[in-house]
Nanobody, 115 residues
Framework: QVQLVESGGGLVQAGGSLRLSCAAS????????MGWHRQAPGKQREFVAR???????NYAESVKGRFTISRDNPKKMVDLQMTSLKPEDTGVYYC?????????WGQGTQVTVSS
């Protein structure tokens, strides 16, 4: 059973920064591709960033150059460093672990960016 717990969300002014963390209860984090998605009020959940077990990353166009995803396999942690935040970055941010056809999701952490 994979369990993911997000932390680090909060309220920040536009232009500010936040760092989200995802703690994974897995036997070996390195086999999973890890990612972050978000869901704004009234909108569908959308992809934000992804990092493979080998460290390859990709990002949604809307966050490129502002967000950085990283992982620490021995510590079983995945972080999302968010800078130059905008009001449109507001939403619940979810950590996801992907292995084969299986996706495992955390409960999410709220990020609110005020203008």
């Amino acid at each position: 059973q994979v369990q993911l717990v997000e932390s680090g969300g909060g309220l920040v002014q536009a232009g500010g920064s936040l760092r989200l963390s995802c703690a994974a209860s897995v036997s070996e984090l390195g086999i999973y591709t890890m990612g972050w998605h978000r869901q704004a009020p009234g909108k569908q959940r959308e992809f934000v960033a992804r990092i493979t077990g080998g460290g390859l990353t990709n990002y949604a166009e809307s966050v490129k150059g502002r967000f950085t995803i990283s992982r620490d396999n021995p510590k079983k942690m995945v972080d999302l460093q968010m800078t130059s935040l905008k009001p449109e970055d507001t939403g619940v941010y979810y950590c996801v672990a992907q292995w084969g056809v299986n996706d495992y999701w955390g409960q999410g952490t709220q990020v609110t960016v005020s203008s």
